[in-house]
């Protein structure tokens, strides 16, 4: 069984239609980047995973619990939503920091607000994933007094404090000059080295080639192709992979 199965997932805002009809599967410990020009839907449906909107169809399941389905989503109490918030963990583009916080109190908020644990506890594994994404001296440091590498380095560990089922990044070096960019994918990098599974929305194509297990290209709201990094990078069967490619890999 999939860790996460995704099924013909739709979603509208008024009359555009921006998901119509995603299904895809992830196991534990894959990581799968989704590519695509701007507008294809690839953030909608990181959305729609971390139930910051609601789809109008489809299913969503975590191992063997049936989080969403568009059939009884009038359902869905805000409380169920929140629950079903707590398997995925999202990085946004922003960072989304908050600036009156220092970096350990970004990190421990959200568990110590949900009460995942006593307040030591809650410290020390801020602690040590502040240590894993390399800022152990920044600890008692303030976001305007971070890089934007570094704050996307602690966006990284808040969410992974949550202990999250699945990490979703919502192209997390986007905002990034191109030197800060390296140290946020090196993070990522030894996310999946540690067994992590994540579902990666990124522009960054060697990144992409190099890290993922699953390659998804999306385009005008549909998985217009999706397979290995080899499959998709080397032999694309799609006229629109093939054309997006290209432009990309001019563009570097």
Do not use: W
Not at 142 to 162: D, E, H, K, T
Request: glycine share 8%; net charge negative.
């Amino acid at each position: 069984m999939p860790f996460l199965e995704i099924k013909d997932i739709y979603k509208s805002f008024g009359r555009t239609e921006v998901l119509k009809g995603i299904s895809f599967s992830l196991d534990e410990g894959e990581v799968i980047s989704i590519i695509g020009s701007s507008g294809s839907g690839k953030t909608t449906l990181l959305r729609c995973l971390n139930f910051l909107e609601t789809p109008d169809k489809g299913t969503i399941s975590v191992g063997d619990m049936l989080l969403f389905d568009g059939e009884n989503k009038a359902a869905l109490k805000d409380e169920q939503i929140r629950e079903n918030r707590l398997h995925f963990g999202l990085v946004f583009q922003s960072f989304n920091l908050f600036p009156q916080y220092s970096v350990l109190d970004n990190v421990t908020l959200a568990p110590k607000l949900l009460k995942k644990g006593s307040n030591e506890e809650i410290d020390k594994k801020a602690r040590d994933l502040i240590e894993k994404v390399g800022l152990t001296e920044k600890i008692d440091s303030y976001p305007c007094q971070l890089s934007g590498g570094q704050q996307q380095r602690v966006a990284i560990a808040r969410a992974l404090a949550m202990n999250p089922d699945i990490l979703c990044f919502d192209e997390p070096t986007s905002a990034l000059d191109p030197e800060l960019t390296g140290e946020v994918l090196r993070v990522i990098k030894d996310l999946k080295e540690s067994g992590s599974t994540m579902i990666v929305v990124t522009h960054e194509m060697e990144f992409a080639k190099n890290v993922s297990d699953k390659i998804i290209f999306m385009a005008d709201g549909v998985i217009e192709e999706m397979g290995t990094p080899e499959e998709i990078f080397e032999n694309p069967k799609s006229e629109k992979t093939r054309n997006f490619l290209q432009n990309s890999l001019e563009k570097i």
